[in-house]
């Protein structure tokens, strides 16, 4: 079954966005244009169904504009993580009394635990979290002492040279994943239903399933023409801004 959204937070871009970290080689970041594309991903969400709130941006930190990684949001708790990335966490002060508008049930990642939320992917009850350079061994199993509180269960991966598990694999829904090509032969992932994602477009596997929509970023054809071939309506959204500072679709919001 399903998980249908009814929430979604997002946080505005900073002016200060293309200080954010980055790896990629893709140009220098322009803000205005980071600022429609990010509107049009609220309206996409909006479109969806789901009530969007915006938070306003905060200067002092680049990569805030990438929300997901700093907390983890399930039917039963909201877990505010320890972002790997040393510059990002400060990001996560404001986030109790923000997430307690939603969640009874909150809790916290520890020192010396990491965790970014982009390398966990929620399939059901069963949640997928990555080990990499920003989630490290303890921080996944806290995540996983938590989730099991509720009822919930969870499995660590090894992702190999991807900054997050979800840079390189989408969950779908009815047991169906999105993945990059390094991803594909993963063995945590050999009891589903595969979509390979073509080698030259690896930055489409990162797409986001919405109540029975999947957003995906603009400019990925053979991609977008294989999942209209398995049935799915894709809505393209340009983030190129953001592409820039390796975040993807996923990374721009909460859904819950």
């Given at each position: 079954m399903s998980n249908m959204f009814q929430h979604a937070i997002v946080r505005q871009p900073s002016k200060n966005l293309?200080?954010?970290?980055?790896?990629?080689?893709?140009?220098?970041?322009?803000?205005?244009?980071?600022?429609?594309?990010h509107e049009a991903y609220v309206y996409a969400l909006q479109n969806c169904g789901l009530e969007v709130r915006v938070l306003d941006p905060l200067e002092d930190f680049p990569d805030a504009v990438f929300i997901e990684d700093v907390c983890l949001c399930t039917?039963?708790?909201?877990?505010?993580?320890?972002?790997?990335?040393?510059?990002?966490?400060?990001?996560?002060?404001?986030?109790?009394?923000?997430?307690?508008?939603?969640?009874?049930?909150?809790?916290?990642?520890?020192?010396?635990?990491?965790?970014?939320?982009?390398?966990?992917?929620m399939v059901g009850n069963h949640y997928y979290i990555g080990l990499s350079n920003r989630t490290n061994q303890i921080g996944a199993q806290q995540i996983i002492q938590i989730l099991e509180q509720y009822g919930m269960k969870g499995t660590i991966v090894t992702i190999g040279e991807v900054l997050h598990l979800k840079t390189a694999v989408s969950y779908l829904e009815n047991n169906?994943?999105?993945?990059?090509?390094?991803?594909?032969?993963?063995?945590?992932?050999?009891?589903?239903?595969?979509?390979?994602?073509?080698?030259q477009e690896s930055y489409a596997a990162n797409a986001v399933w919405v109540n029975?929509?999947?957003?995906?970023?603009?400019?990925?054809?053979?991609?977008?023409?294989?999942?209209?071939?398995?049935?799915?309506?894709?809505?393209?959204?340009?983030?190129?801004?953001?592409q820039k500072l390796d975040g993807g679709m996923s990374c721009l919001s909460l859904r819950f």
């Open positions: 293309a200080k954010g970290i980055t790896t990629a080689s893709l140009g220098k970041v322009d803000y205005k244009i980071a600022m429609k594309q039917p039963h708790c909201a877990i505010i993580t320890r972002p790997g990335a040393k510059s990002r966490r400060g990001e996560t002060d404001s986030f109790a009394n923000i997430l307690s508008d939603y969640y009874k049930n909150l809790h916290s990642i520890t020192a010396a635990g990491t965790v970014e939320a982009g390398d966990i992917m169906c994943l999105l993945l990059a090509e390094s991803m594909y032969h993963n063995e945590a992932f050999q009891s589903f239903q595969k979509i390979a994602v073509n080698i029975g929509q999947v957003l995906f970023p603009s400019n990925h054809c053979i991609t977008l023409n294989t999942l209209k071939a398995e049935g799915y309506n894709p809505i393209e959204i340009d983030i190129s801004e953001f």
